[in-house]
């Protein structure tokens, strides 16, 4: 395990330390938490555009042509 120093607006440790004590868990495992949230999102986004730019719209409206033309179920239409 690495440690780090960071330095942090007061107002954010506070926010911080209060978000931690609601979870119950401590400051640092709070920030190891959000951290790890952070950087999962970014590397789904960099995969993601990774998939986009592998993208053929060809394939695509071939496959949306096979889907039948049907009204939406209920609980699937839009307000």
Do not use: Y
Not at 28 to 52: H, P
Not at 54 to 79: I, N, Q
Request: aromatic letters at 4%; a positive charge; zero cysteines.
């Amino acid at each position: 395990m690495s440690a780090i120093s960071v330095r942090l607006p007061e107002s954010l440790h506070e926010a911080v330390r209060a978000l931690a004590r609601r979870e119950r868990v401590s400051v640092n495992q709070f920030i190891a938490m959000a951290l790890a949230e952070k950087v999962s999102a970014l590397m789904t986004a960099d995969w993601l555009e990774e998939r986009a730019r592998r993208g053929d719209r060809t394939k695509f409206e071939r496959a949306l042509a096979k889907v039948p033309d049907r009204e939406p179920m209920e609980e699937d239409r839009l307000l």
